[in-house]
């Protein structure tokens, strides 16, 4: 385990990553080296972490997993954020059912911290943020913005890299709890092609999988690896009916749909992604790269139901005594007033004389909505992105002998949202029922310049990077057809504004909000003794919104003998809000002690917001400490490391903020139009302080069983989260219980994989401890109570008929293990069965065949 510097040598010849780290892609001259079997090394060989050579993951003197490929593969989600969930304990995903857009990109947990505080590389290069805002991201992530994971494919990697230790210092903002690398493969030959069919145990969510993956070479010095993925996914629905829409179908409205509300998977069509990875020898040293994606897919989800007996500002402004009629005339008092706490508003003599007279009318009257409505929230997610640069070694000048890394990148996602099965009432019957609503569009530019060389020093030898980086982010709100956000003619009477469930952006909202940073960063790294690694990072960021930071890191390992090494960490950090959390605009619909109530998502500069506290956004800073150790003896692989994360000002969504009848006049002068029509305002914070603490373990044992190859493998995550202090205007209670206790305390995987010369398999339990369940973003006492712990079997079985072919078959949650059930008085009260924010699939148990051919 002791240094070799002259490994170190080569591996920085090999090239830098743009992001001031080492790209996995250079890895294989190394490999070769170290080993005749270059597949076997690749899931030792990691390089985040440290600028260094890359280095077995024992060495490293901060926990990093390695997940290959083909191992992300086994598993009976296509998605790549449930694949890690698989492999990675410390990282969480949660279903999104009926969460806005969350529904479309779901946000993600390392270490119990939000998705945005992951940094996320692709061969090494900082990777664009989605354009999606999670508004319902189950506490933890409320209002986090971080990139599109899901939109990497398992067949055009070669390997994961998971760094879990804070590294904002070496990479920058984003790295408070984390960095995640996915490393696209760089063959220049071969390649496969596989067919994969699933379905839940249930009936429903059937998909369809085609990928494949081509090596080609680029000239006689290079490769261009070429994957794609189409995929399918019909929805699910895990519901009952509504007992209010029961009630209302029983007295006899026959248009109420049965369930009125569903709690599922949205449906995904058309889901294609192509992933490109070039390579090419210059010459004298130096070498050219360039990758990047396009990624596209339509996605349709749902949304609550709307009862046309009660739901404000659509069918009734009191609670649902009466119904909210309409006059032509603008003179309401002219119509009759209609009783609307009846079994059935339609049979009413009051409702039938408003029907007759042709300068009254209510929403029941629009064809198709007389039994309410469930909207459908939809959109089209496109996500493209394209790195490339340049790398080697400077022959002459003041920099001769230095290896160097210069490269730009740009990346975009943009959401085209869409609404259907809804209505603008403010238009009264001439409201159309469909509606585009706007878009978000996330554009990032990246450019960097790396500098990595081996100097001696007081005869030691160092390692001595240091870099520049230039970024653009900008985040644009696109503004929706017309009708989707126009104040219509029945507004003063009443009738909510908008498409309702998601209001259309409006031009007042439409708009680009740019930001640009400069960094630099030096950084250190050298074994003092044969035995003790020492390193250290400095880093500089300069932000044109709110400042500068500088932050530091400091790593070390001492190797006790041949078995057994003892590493730790200390440093700062830092995740700069994001342009998205500082400007965006949106309408949100938001279950409180189970009543539906429309809130207005505002910047926090906004007058509205500014008006009820809100201000503008400064950064979180984080402090972090780990220590852990490594044991490697014979066939057993061992680690265990602590972590201690503090976070102060952290940025979340406050609660919502009641909009007060006494505040309407004051709300006016200030420029709010029709506050009378909002029921509450939320916004983006510097909420509170977290302290984060647990503990990693992984364990791997390799033996010869049954006349095959045995690998056992543990993995174990405690990881605990207290809120230290919070705003209690902004932050409620029951959202900092979500925060303490959202995710499990404990998580744990063990896995059997065996292996013969014609069949391969592997099971692997699932362990997830108790955790706080909250029915949809409700952090009341009525929908929510701690959950049960619960343990899921995976299982596959690959059958190789020869080199070429091989067909799998396989499960995830093997006996179907239910998910928590909803607690007594509210079990099935809004038509759910299941609290959908638990860790696994409440859709229950899913199983796959596929077919792979390679070549």
């Known amino acids: 385990m002791k240094k070799n510097f002259s490994k170190l040598s080569m591996g920085i010849k090999m090239g830098l990553s743009a992001t001031a780290a080492l790209s996995l892609t250079m890895t294989s001259s190394l490999m070769a080296q170290e080993s005749a079997d270059a597949n076997a090394d690749v899931e030792k060989i990691a390089v985040v972490g440290s600028r260094g050579a890359p280095r077995s993951v024992g060495d490293s003197p901060v926990p990093i997993d390695i997940i290959g490929g083909d191992e992300l593969s086994k598993n009976a989600s296509t998605d790549m954020l449930d694949m890690l969930v698989a492999a990675v304990p410390s990282f969480n995903v949660r279903a999104q059912p009926i969460s806005d857009a969350a529904s479309l990109i779901r946000p993600v947990n390392l270490r119990g911290l939000s998705s945005d505080s992951t940094l996320i590389l692709l061969n090494g290069k900082r990777r664009h943020r989605a354009s ?33 230790d804070g590294a904002a210092a070496q990479y920058g903002s984003d790295a408070i709890a984390g960095v995640m690398n996915f490393v696209l493969k760089d063959d220049s030959e071969g390649g496969s092609f596989s067919i994969r069919q699933g379905g839940y145990y249930e009936g429903d969510g059937d998909s369809t999988v085609i990928d494949g993956n081509i090596g080609l070479p680029f000239t006689t010095e290079g490769f261009a690896n070429f994957s794609f993925q189409y995929k399918t996914a019909d929805a699910t629905s895990r519901s009952v009916q509504r007992p209010d829409a029961q009630a209302i179908f029983e007295a006899g409205n026959t248009e109420i749909q049965n369930p009125a509300q569903i709690w599922g998977n949205p449906e995904i069509d058309d889901d294609i992604t192509i992933f490109g990875n070039i390579g090419l020898d210059l010459g004298d040293d130096k070498e050219f790269y360039l990758f990047g994606n396009y990624s596209e897919r339509d996605v349709t989800g749902g949304f609550y139901y709307r009862n046309p007996h009660n739901r404000g500002n659509v069918y009734s402004n009191d609670g649902g005594e009466t119904l909210l009629v309409g006059a032509v005339n603008g003179d309401q008092s002219s119509c009759a007033v209609v009783p609307a706490n009846v079994p059935n508003v339609l049979n009413t003599q009051e409702y039938l004389d408003m029907v007759a007279d042709p300068n009254c009318f209510s929403m029941n009257m629009v064809p198709g909505f007389a039994g309410g409505y469930t909207p459908q929230f939809g959109g089209n997610i496109t996500d493209t992105s394209l790195t490339m640069g340049t790398k080697g070694e400077i022959k002459s000048g003041f920099l001769a002998d230095w290896y160097f890394d210069l490269s730009g990148s740009v990346g975009r996602s943009e959401s085209k949202f869409n609404l259907k099965n809804t209505l603008n009432p403010s238009l009264g019957l001439d409201t159309p029922t469909e509606f585009e609503t706007g878009s978000y569009i996330q554009l990032e530019k990246t450019f960097n310049f790396d500098l990595v060389k081996q100097l001696e020093m007081g005869g030691k030898d160092v390692n001595f990077a240091s870099g520049l980086e230039w970024r653009e982010e900008s985040f644009e709100i696109v503004a929706g057809e017309q009708a989707s956000w126009e104040a219509g003619e029945y507004a003063d009477q009443g009738f909510n504004i908008g498409s309702h469930g998601f209001k259309g952006f409006g031009p007042e909202s439409a708009g680009v909000n740019t930001r640009r940073n400069v960094g630099a960063y030096l950084d250190v790294e050298s074994y003092l003794t044969d035995d003790f690694l020492l390193g250290a990072a400095l880093r500089y960021e300069d932000f044109s919104s709110f400042g500068d930071t500088l932050d530091y890191k400091l790593t070390v390992q001492y190797v006790v003998n041949e078995t057994v090494s003892l590493r730790g960490s200390h440093s700062t950090g830092f995740r700069a809000p994001t342009v998205g959390q500082a400007n965006v605009v949106n309408t949100q619909t938001s279950i409180v002690n189970g009543d539906l109530i429309q809130t207005f998502i505002a910047p926090p500069t906004d007058p509205l917001s500014s008006f009820y506290g ?30 201690n994360i503090e976070v102060t000002d952290r940025i979340a969504q406050s609660s919502q903020i009641t909009v007060l009848e006494e505040d309407y006049e004051e709300l006016r002068s200030l420029g709010v139009q029709n506050p009378e029509l909002i029921s509450a305002v939320t916004y983006y914070a510097n909420d509170f302080d977290t302290t984060t603490q647990g503990i990693d373990l992984v364990a791997n044992y390799s033996l010869n069983l049954f006349d095959g190859d045995t690998t056992l493998s543990l993995a174990y995550n405690w990881n605990e989260t207290s809120v230290d202090s919070f705003n209690p205007e902004t932050t409620d209670e029951g959202k900092v219980r979500r925060l303490e206790r959202g995710m499990p305390d404990h998580r744990g995987t063990f896995t059997v994989s065996q292996s013969w010369e014609d069949v391969s398999m592997f099971i692997r339990a699932n362990y997830f401890g108790e955790y706080y369940a909250t029915h949809a973003d409700d952090t009341s006492d009525w929908g929510s109570e701690i959950a049960d712990s619960a343990v899921t079997v995976d299982i596959e079985v690959s059958y190789y008929i020869n080199d070429s072919f091989t067909i799998s078959a396989g499960a995830n949650n093997l006996f179907d293990q239910e998910a928590q059930k909803l607690k007594d008085g509210t079990l099935g009260e809004l038509g759910a069965i299941y609290y959908e924010s638990g860790p696994f699939d409440y859709n229950g148990g899913y199983y796959y065949v596929q077919g792979k051919y390679s070549f």
């Open 132 to 164: 999606v805002i999670a508004f319902q991201g189950g506490g933890v992530n409320d209002g986090a913005q971080g990139p599109d994971i899901s939109v990497i494919p398992s067949v055009a990697l070669k390997q994961v890299e998971v760094l879990r």
């Open 614 to 643: 809100g201000k503008e956004l400064n950064p979180e800073e984080s402090t972090s400490f780990a220590f852990g150790a490594v044991i490697e003896t014979g066939d057993v692989f061992f680690t265990i490391d602590y972590y």
